[in-house]
């Protein structure tokens, strides 16, 4: 069963909740990342990827491997995960079969004026 994820607005700060923590996407899966606590006209307008380190025997994020935003929508991070818009928020599929990886996303959702960019969170990713 695909993970639920959700930036959650409270008191001014936004953070991204995952149950499982961290999220794991087997091939195939389909999540989609939603708001709370923002207005109706908030969206995530980026998703960034960064690759895992390993620090202190600890997931560690490390190096931006690539960015999706709603300006360029058809432009894909890396090749295991398709991001698309929806409505206000994103969708993330695992698209690739192959590899067990760990990676790191971020997002910015921008609501009005204010911008929020929550601490990027791991996701695993799972072969089929």
Same mark, same amino acid.
């Given at each position: 069963?695909?993970?639920?994820?959700?930036?959650?607005?409270?008191?001014? =700060? *936004?953070?991204?909740?995952?149950?499982?923590?961290? &999220?794991?996407?087997? @091939?195939?899966?389909? !999540?989609?990342?939603?708001? =709370?606590? @923002?207005?109706?006209? *908030?969206?995530?307008?980026?998703?960034?990827?960064?690759?895992? &380190?390993?620090?202190?025997?600890?997931? &560690?994020?490390?190096?931006?491997?690539?960015?999706? =935003?709603? =300006?360029?929508?058809?432009?894909?991070?890396?090749?295991?995960?398709?991001?698309?818009? &929806?409505?206000?928020?994103?969708?993330?599929?695992?698209?690739? *079969?192959?590899?067990?990886?760990?990676?790191?996303?971020?997002?910015? !959702? !921008?609501?009005?004026?204010?911008? @929020?960019?929550?601490?990027?969170?791991?996701? !695993?990713?799972?072969?089929?």
């Amino acid at each position: 069963m695909p993970p639920t994820i959700t930036v959650k607005l409270e008191n001014g =700060s *936004a953070t991204i909740i995952q149950d499982p923590d961290p &999220a794991t996407l087997n @091939f195939g899966d389909t !999540v989609t990342i939603g708001l =709370s606590g @923002f207005s109706k006209n *908030a969206q995530i307008t980026e998703v960034k990827i960064y690759d895992n &380190a390993t620090v202190n025997k600890q997931d &560690a994020k490390g190096s931006l491997i690539g960015t999706w =935003s709603r =300006s360029n929508p058809n432009s894909e991070p890396i090749g295991e995960v398709t991001i698309k818009e &929806a409505s206000n928020s994103v969708t993330l599929e695992d698209t690739d *079969a192959t590899s067990d990886e760990k990676y790191w996303y971020g997002l910015t !959702v !921008v609501d009005g004026s204010q911008l @929020f960019n929550p601490d990027p969170e791991l996701i !695993v990713k799972k072969q089929e």
